[in-house]
């Protein structure tokens, strides 16, 4: 299978399946010296492992993360990282029934269409558990780019009809919710709408905002390699995002320019400044110097006890109830892999710039 690695300089590889001994990450790229243990890795883990709460999968899984190479006495050597993370609590039975029919929102056609057959079992590579080698390679780039100044935020920004306020935002809520959002009030909002949603055998979608701050100017490219391009591919590429936007995003559409643009100004101390932020962070497809602020649009979760209609492997129209163990909600687990994602992307974009000027070259080797 292609396309299972990203990045140029700092690269990751991700391997395994849901249902499969474990999951895991190989890390190309991570500079030596870095000092890294396990526990810095599974703080991540834990943000996105099942059963935390009702509204989320009841799979016990602790999730434990192993080094098993690129480490020796607490630091980096420069040599690629492979992490795992085995699997415990698999119960491949709940998805013997599926093999014979395809689940409406799942990749379960596309897979038999491009391989001939796949694994049914929880999904296999397009299950939510392929995220864990993410989380894991994003929190070594946190770490490494938290050594630079460079900080991720990120949270719950909506879910359905309920979305956090701007008066009310407090980021030292996003933990002290099931749901992580920023703010109390709509937490409380979003948890009723949910519990509808689960008495209804529903589920629902919602949106994840990043803001990344620290990033110094002039970081990506102008072409191809835009850094809100690579975010939004990076982003993207997590199974349940349908939707990707940068700054104001699709609000743009019925701007004008006077409304949109970001007036320059030079600050006390000879920075430069802008008195928005209306573009997140980026313009020409470089890093601006201003908080880059990304959103995704996660999706529904597809597997819900409702009876839906599809068909089965023969072609013939059928009506199924799913069961086994699924999230009402992918939203709040999905906060940590965009983060993961978007600090893969930004410590990539920020090692591939040390190539960018002579003179900068000359300075570091000291020539």
């Given at each position: ?38 526990d ?16 989320t ?15 020796f ?6 040599t ?22 395809y689940r409406?929102g ?12 796949r ?8 299950s ?78 919602g ?25 939004a591919?990076?982003?993207c590429?997590?199974g ?38 209306h ?31 599809t ?57």
């Amino acid at each position: 299978m292609a396309g299972s690695t990203i990045g140029t300089i700092f690269k990751i590889t991700t391997w395994g399946e849901s249902h499969g001994k474990g999951i895991g990450v190989v890390i190309d790229g991570c500079p030596a010296g870095l000092t890294l243990c396990e526990d810095d890795i599974q703080q991540y883990l834990n943000r996105r492992k099942p059963g935390q709460s009702k509204y989320t999968t009841p799979r016990k899984e602790d999730d434990q993360v192993e080094i098993l190479s690129g480490v020796f006495e607490g630091r980096t050597t420069g040599t690629p990282i492979s992490l795992v993370v085995y699997n415990q609590n698999q119960k491949s039975k709940d998805y013997s029934e599926i093999a014979s029919y395809y689940r409406p929102g799942h990749a379960d056609y596309t897979f038999d269409c491009k391989y001939g057959f796949r694994d049914y079992r929880g999904g296999g590579r397009s299950s939510g558990r392929e995220t864990i080698g993410r989380v894991a390679a994003g929190a070594v780039a946190a770490k490494i780019l938290s050594q630079l100044g460079i900080t991720l935020l990120s949270y719950t920004k909506s879910i359905g009809p309920v979305s956090i306020q701007a008066d009310a935002f407090d980021p030292a809520q996003i933990n002290e919710n099931a749901l992580y959002m920023p703010d109390q009030e709509a937490a409380r909002k979003a948890a009723s709408y949910l519990e509808q949603c689960m008495a209804d055998q529903n589920s629902s979608g919602g949106v994840v905002e990043c803001i990344i701050s620290g990033m110094m100017p002039g970081i990506g490219d102008p072409v191809f390699e835009k850094l809100n391009a690579n975010l939004a591919k990076a982003v993207c590429s997590i199974g349940a995002v349908k939707g990707f936007e940068i700054g104001d995003g699709f609000a743009v559409s019925s701007a004008t320019g006077l409304t949109n643009n970001d007036a320059f100004y030079t600050d006390a101390d000879g920075q430069v400044k802008k008195q928005t932020n209306h573009a997140g962070g980026i313009l020409g497809g470089m890093s601006d110097g201003s908080p880059i602020v990304l959103r995704a649009a996660i999706k529904p979760t597809p597997s819900i006890a409702s009876t839906q209609h599809t068909i089965n492997r023969d072609g013939e129209n059928i009506d199924i109830n799913i069961h086994g163990r699924h999230d009402p909600i992918i939203v709040p687990r999905a906060v940590v892999v965009v983060e993961s994602m978007a600090a893969i992307t930004v410590l990539d974009a920020l090692l591939v710039n040390m190539t960018a000027r002579l003179d900068k070259i000359k300075e570091f080797y000291n020539r």
